[in-house]
């Protein structure tokens, strides 16, 4: 695409995702500086299409950019009445009383919230400030300038051939030029992986880890729905399979978010995050919850749990990494929002103290600073050894010593000092004869379902004409390499099935249907051979989730 000669605009600062940490860059610009030309582009066909979180929302960082928000319409009614958190087995529960946990882990003066919904109440607040925001606009590329900077993007590229040619009906899309650039993509975004290989960000962190989030929302019975209700829960039926757990969260009109998170470094490549999920709604207690109700909605999504150790430089030349594109989900609090919201300030800021110097195109620093020695580092470096701790001896380590760990946190220091990640996410995967197969249940179309049925609640579309935004590094390595080897895992690793393999013997072929993918990234993290890059389809496409 190099040779296309494209049209230009100029900005001063050009936002790549309308998530909560672009959006509060893009209000925070205005609040400073109304003449501040800027632009947010969102590949969802419209803001919020692509936003899926739990979400219990700390409203800290909203707090902090708008402080008037409780008189300004926000959808953020709910507020947190009652905490549960449960330990399961495969009959029952036990309740883990909430008086030994940190106060860091209390829920009092949260809500629960469609974060879909908060951001297209965000969009309209940044609209009515001059804020130029295009959804449907994907951002396939990076414009670099004459220094190697950062200096823009390659953003409304419709039309291509399924070969990834140029047809006669191929829009070449426009080149958007800013004097900083932010990447506010969500987890594992293209652009932000591309900025974090070139500029060798992550050379002083850990490996990023991650968790899939899998969610549905559901009515329930009136007589069983208690708004303002917080659970959550450990244990069954992953038991030592993987780490990871539940929330269901009782909002308003009746619904319920029910959602299943698995971590992605587990060792046996037979799990079928889906099917846990699935199989989780069986329990005794979530069963009588959701009987003679109805699900409504599907998606799925990566979640960062890196934390602290996981943090890469979140600045490079002509722009920096807001939100989960660097990774600031405090994961025993399971939320990101907060912080996406205070980097997305934090970035407008340094921004704005630079353009006001006359600078453009260098290395905001400032913020790196911020978003290591403020709030949002504050906060991550508190329960930095949880995941680690749970990663290498289990749950009940993690309870035991990442609460006491927490605890101390809170005083100033920690027993535990820093304790390292070790592998990324496709390296801790095994080979499937070391380890045993899983059989699942068959989903009972009531409480559970398929994959393609519960695809189709999350309506999710892309013009099957255009080239695959799945590729392969080498098409010969998921039939030569994973299928022997780790058993095929991106057949059950997806969320979405959009992976299979087809045939048997000499004839076996993988098959990507593209069409179905939820934009959730999890084949870009977990695949064993990392053979898979997610890259963005044109705008417009995927998911659009209605009030996730």
């Not at 900005?11 to 959006?23: F, K, N, S, W």
């Amino acid at each position: 695409m190099a040779e296309i000669e494209r049209e230009s605009m100029e900005y001063d600062v050009v936002i790549v995702g309308a998530g909560p940490a672009g959006l509060s860059a893009a209000i925070r610009l205005k609040q400073l500086d109304a003449d501040l030309n800027v632009v947010v582009l969102e590949k969802g066909s419209e803001v919020g299409a692509h936003i899926l979180s739990g979400a219990v929302l700390d409203p800290c960082g909203l707090d902090a950019l708008l402080p008037d928000w409780r008189d300004m319409g926000a959808p953020i009614t709910v507020p947190v009445k009652k905490d549960n958190f449960y330990m399961l087995g495969e009959a029952g529960q036990i309740r883990i009383p909430n008086f030994p946990m940190p106060p860091l882990m209390n829920n009092h003066g949260n809500y629960i919230v469609s974060m879909g919904n908060v951001c297209r109440w965000m969009a309209e607040q940044a609209e009515g400030m001059g804020v130029e925001i295009f959804p449907g606009m994907a951002c396939s590329d990076l414009v670099y300038g004459d220094n190697g900077e950062v200096k823009g993007v390659v953003a409304g590229v419709f039309g291509l051939e399924a070969d990834g040619s140029i047809g006669e009906n191929t829009e070449p899309g426009m080149e958007l030029h800013g004097k900083y650039v932010f990447l506010s993509e969500g987890v594992r975004g293209s652009l932000s992986k591309q900025v974090i290989e070139k500029y060798n960000l992550d050379a002083d962190s850990a490996p990023q880890k991650y968790g899939l989030g899998m969610k549905e929302i559901w009515e329930i019975d009136p007589e069983k729905h208690q708004e303002g209700t917080v659970t959550h829960t450990m244990g069954w039926p992953l038991g030592k399979n993987a780490g990871g757990g539940s929330f269901i969260y009782h909002l308003d009109n009746n619904q319920v978010y029910v959602g299943f998170v698995v971590h992605l470094n587990y060792e046996n490549p037979h799990l079928f995050p889906y099917m846990e999920f699935q199989r989780f709604k069986h329990h005794p207690m979530v069963a009588e919850l959701l009987k003679g109700g109805k699900r409504v909605a599907y998606g799925a999504r990566a979640i960062t749990e890196g934390g602290w150790q996981a943090l890469p430089k979140t600045v490079f030349p002509g722009g920096a990494l807001l939100g989960c594109s660097a990774g600031m989900v405090n994961v025993p609090r399971i939320k990101g929002n907060h912080n996406a919201m205070l980097s997305g300030k934090a970035a407008a800021e340094a921004a704005f103290e630079a353009i006001g110097e006359g600078r453009s195109g260098d290395t905001l620093d400032g913020y790196d600073t911020e978003v290591r020695t403020g709030p949002i580092g504050k906060d991550l470096k508190k329960v930095r050894n949880v995941k680690p701790l749970w990663s290498k001896y289990g749950l009940m380590a993690s309870l035991g010593l990442g609460g006491m760990d927490m605890w101390t946190n809170t005083l100033g220091f920690s027993l535990l000092g820093t304790i390292k990640h070790g592998k990324s996410d496709a390296e801790a995967t095994g080979e499937a004869s070391k380890h045993k197969e899983i059989d699942y249940p068959k989903p009972d179309g009531v409480l559970s379902f398929d994959r393609l049925t519960n695809v189709s609640f999350a309506m999710t579309n892309h013009e099957e004409s255009q080239p695959a935004h799945l590729k392969l590094k080498d098409a010969s390595i998921p039939v030569d390499v994973n299928l022997p080897k780790f058993g095929g895992p991106s057949a059950r690793y997806c969320p979405a099935g959009v992976y299979e393999f087809v045939g048997e013997g000499a004839d076996t072929k993988f098959q990507i249907n593209f069409q179905n993918c939820v934009h959730c990234k999890t084949c870009d993290i977990k695949d064993p051979s990392q053979n898979i890059v997610w890259t963005t389809p044109q705008g417009g496409d995927g998911p659009n989730y209605p009030n996730m």
